[in-house]
């Protein structure tokens, strides 16, 4: 640990004498501390010792800490041309080293950008752009690949990319060479009166030969956003045709509006045929990628899904906001689950705050044969500094 702590202090120094000198480096990162306390997220399943035939739950009572930094540098060129790149330290859970993840340094992101005119080309580790100003689908990815920018006016920007998902060590032949990779093609626009768009797919080419799976197929969706007098809207498509089985679609519309330092909100939508929705689009408990949100069920679940949710939040004052949401998932196999969950956010200093989530599940199971009948209950307390 002490090698990984030495060679990001170094790597800080470095960057920050470059940017003195030259002023074409910059540095930035967050970092965040959590405290967990999470009940029946297993949902009550059981597991049976095949030796001693004892029963036992895997995460009835978790109680856990966890920590990360990320640190980002962006390299300028005299003539525009740049590299970014980031990296992960720490991410993982208190526990002595056990695990091993908290001595882990992980890159990202670590690509170059060289602007041509009006096109732009980037290559290497590099964000992958779907449906991510709602979250709702491939948002905060990262691949290897190449992505070719033409933006003809600060309006709208069209984008080619090719990304290889896997490299085979050793090919099949040159028809089948055990390789997955993908294509893609994506409009982000920007209309009058502050709304904007974006759209595409992705086409995955998946010839890899040993795991038993046909992946190839497209995937992808459109998304808009902005304001309808009052009432912020927000609405996205997506579908998911990759693999042997039926093209799963999902939609979602939502809308808020302000009443002074109180913001309220609606958001409906569905999920079906197995599509799985990004984890950070949703609630809290639901979906959402917050503090306490349940890994063993999520809005898609791979089953036909509808939900409907209502988010409220208020400005107790400039430091401190306060949020709740009343939602109710609805599972055409497993059963239904209401979320009864809330946030604290405050503002310590410039670049540091302290939230504080707490969320209930209430979990009707149709099918106890095969998933637990506990209904989760989690709090968070994290505290995150950006720079």
Same mark, same amino acid.
């Given at each position: 640990m002490k090698k990984v702590i030495a060679a990001a202090a170094g790597l800080m120094l470095v960057g920050a004498m470059a940017g003195t000198a030259l002023g074409a480096v910059s540095m930035g990162g967050d970092a965040r501390a959590r405290f967990l306390f999470q009940q029946n997220y297993d949902l009550g399943e059981t597991s049976v010792d095949e030796e001693t035939g004892a029963i036992s739950r895997d995460r009835e009572k978790d109680n856990k800490v966890t920590s990360r930094v990320r640190v980002q540098f962006r390299g300028e060129a005299a003539g525009g041309a740049y590299a970014i790149g980031r990296i992960g330290i720490g991410d993982g859970t208190w526990d002595g080293g056990n695990s091993g993840t908290n001595n882990v340094v992980v890159k990202d992101k670590a690509y170059i950008g060289v602007p041509m005119g009006m096109t732009l080309l980037e290559a290497g580790r590099q964000?992958?752009?779907?449906?991510?100003?709602?979250?709702?689908?491939?948002?905060?990815?990262? $691949?290897?690949?190449?992505?070719?920018?033409?933006?003809? #006016? &600060?309006?709208?920007? %069209?984008?080619?990319?090719?990304?290889?998902?896997?490299? $085979?060590?050793?090919?099949?032949?040159?028809?089948?060479? #055990? &390789?997955?990779?993908? %294509?893609?093609?994506?409009?982000?626009?920007?209309?009058?009166?502050?709304?904007?768009?974006?759209?595409?797919?992705?086409y995955v080419d998946d010839q890899v030969l040993t795991d038993g799976r046909d992946g190839d197929g497209a995937y992808g969706g459109l998304e808009l956003f902005g304001p309808a007098g009052p009432v912020g809207v927000k609405a996205a498509v997506a579908f998911d045709d990759r693999g042997e089985g039926d093209t799963g679609w999902a939609a979602f519309v939502s809308g808020d509006m302000a009443f002074g330092a109180t913001t309220a909100g609606l958001n409906v939508g569905f999920a079906n045929d197995g599509i799985e929705l990004d984890g950070d689009f949703g609630f809290i408990m639901l979906g959402g990628g917050e503090s306490i949100t349940v890994d063993d069920v999520t809005l898609g679940f791979g089953e036909d899904t509808w939900w409907i949710g209502a988010p409220v939040s208020f400005a107790v004052s400039e430091a401190l906001t306060l949020k709740a949401n009343l939602a109710y998932f609805d599972y055409d196999i497993s059963g239904s689950a209401v979320?009864?969950?809330?946030?604290?956010?405050?503002?310590?200093?410039?670049?540091?705050?302290?939230?504080?989530?707490?969320g209930y599940l209430a979990w009707s199971n149709d099918r106890p044969e095969v998933l637990g009948e506990e209904s989760p209950f989690g709090a968070g307390l994290t505290f995150n500094v950006s720079f």
């Open positions: 964000p992958i752009r779907g449906i991510e100003t709602t979250k709702f689908f491939i948002h905060d990815r990262t $691949a290897d690949g190449l992505t070719f920018f033409i933006n003809p #006016n &600060d309006m709208w920007s %069209l984008q080619l990319g090719y990304y290889i998902n896997y490299e $085979a060590a050793v090919n099949g032949d040159l028809v089948d060479d #055990n &390789d997955e990779s993908e %294509l893609s093609i994506w409009v982000d626009g920007k209309f009058a009166g502050d709304w904007g768009t974006r759209f595409g797919t992705y979320e009864i969950s809330g946030s604290a956010i405050y503002a310590i200093s410039d670049g540091a705050s302290v939230d504080l989530d707490v």
